[in-house]
């Protein structure tokens, strides 16, 4: 039998088209409860990944093999033949197929680079810096170069794309796309219900109205809709935060495009195609283009490359476990407005975009020293785009600096000022972002001082870090701000 006529099981992370190697090939999808079971996910995450396996199978009709069991072994023993996979994106599951004898492992696929030319890339470095990563991606796959040139002359428009956000509390930009529910939805619904009831799974977070693409069909309007509609604004605002609307100008996309619906390839290209027809301006798309191969491909090749072990890294000894109110998504507990509204929009929608998840929730995790692997794990089971390869980096790497600068070169702990900066949460706060001790001073501002005093010996050898660590040194009131800090420890802020 040729590979391409052998039957291709596809997880519920790979369902677009390009899991395929042709329009007709057998497939088989495995629905395995016991997924669920596990960990305590947000209901919305179950829900869409629910959804998004039962319109593939839908779709798919007489093509696929579509089993619903507990296990996935369950499953696979009623599968006759061989069948093929593309590589999982979890360590686990990549040992559990590669383990199985009737299955051939074929490589990944739903990312820009692969495995291969990563590899070969890290040979020809010293450190792994994201930059140059992103550099060598745009050369090889063409995009957004003029000849040997980066169009514009410049790699990087950061510069542009760091912008505070208006300050008429909303931006100027046509709304997100929206899906419209469907009968699978409703049996989806009607499904997490009674298994909830059953007492077989629990999940965190409240249901709602599904707001993610599930069908490639909607993937693609999804994304023609933000490409003409909101990539123009993306770039200037994609680190603001605005409390009126969470949504600002980003693309709602990585939760269909980690599903396997959308092609980072396909989405830069689509990116690039409206510069060049001058229907967006080129930071904007150079900033979209950043994220998709460059971040994602780099977080995704990071995590099989930097080994198993990795995920267990705490190069800042941070071992306080996460408090209850964090793990139960109790925004009605705080007081503090960026988190309480945050962890608001995390409980009742699963997502929020980069900067809430780096700057807000992420931050105040670093802060209070919470175990990075704890942080991980709430990360994927609380995010409706969580998935274990894009944790791992992300929260080990990027935002808990528990991999001693590996991802990144300094930690991102930021006080109350770059919160007040960045968003319009401040002013109506109870707390003062300048405060940093008394009745007033604020929890972010607090304790980024606690957090230094607490890493100073740590951090005092990474040249990035001698300027807060001077200002540090020149606090006159650093033992009440520890004390403050001490006191509130991981009680709701
Ligand atoms: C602590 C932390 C946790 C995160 N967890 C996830 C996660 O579970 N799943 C996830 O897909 N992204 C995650 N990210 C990256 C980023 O926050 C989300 O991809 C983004 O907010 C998704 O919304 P969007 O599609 O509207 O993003 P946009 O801003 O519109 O688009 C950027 C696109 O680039 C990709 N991207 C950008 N940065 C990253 C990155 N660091 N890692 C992976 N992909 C990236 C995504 O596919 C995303 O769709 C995390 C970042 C941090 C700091
Ligand atoms: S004052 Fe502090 S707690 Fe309040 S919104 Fe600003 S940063 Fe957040």
Redesign the pocket.
Known sequence: MSQSAERRWCFADQLGPHFLDSDDQPVLLIEARAVFGRRRFHRLKAHLVLSALRHRAAELGDQAIFLQTRTYREALDKVPGRVSVCQPTSRVADNFVRSLPSVDVLPARGFATDRETFERWTQSQRGLLLEQFYRDARRRFDLLMDGKEPTGNRWNFDAENREPPPKSGRLDVVGPWLPDEDEIDEQVRADLDKWERDGDVSFVGRDGPREFAVTRAESQSALEHFIENRLTQFGPTEDAMLAGDRWMSHSGLSAPMNLGLLDPLECAYAAEDAYRKGNAPLASVEGYVRQLIGWRDYIWHTYWHHGDEYRNRNALAAHQPLPQWFTDLDADALE????KDVLAQVRDHGWVHHIPRLMVLSNYALQRGWQPAAVTDWFHRSFVDGYDWVMVGNVVGMSQHADGGLIATKPYASG?AY??RMSD??GD?R???TRRVGDDG????GGYWTFLARNHDRLKGNHRMSQPLAGLNRLTNLDDVIAQQQELGDGP?
Request: with cysteine.
């Open positions: 503090a407005r960026c988190l109350g919160i007040n949460y401040c706060c707390y003062k972002p604020c929890p972010f501002t802020p």
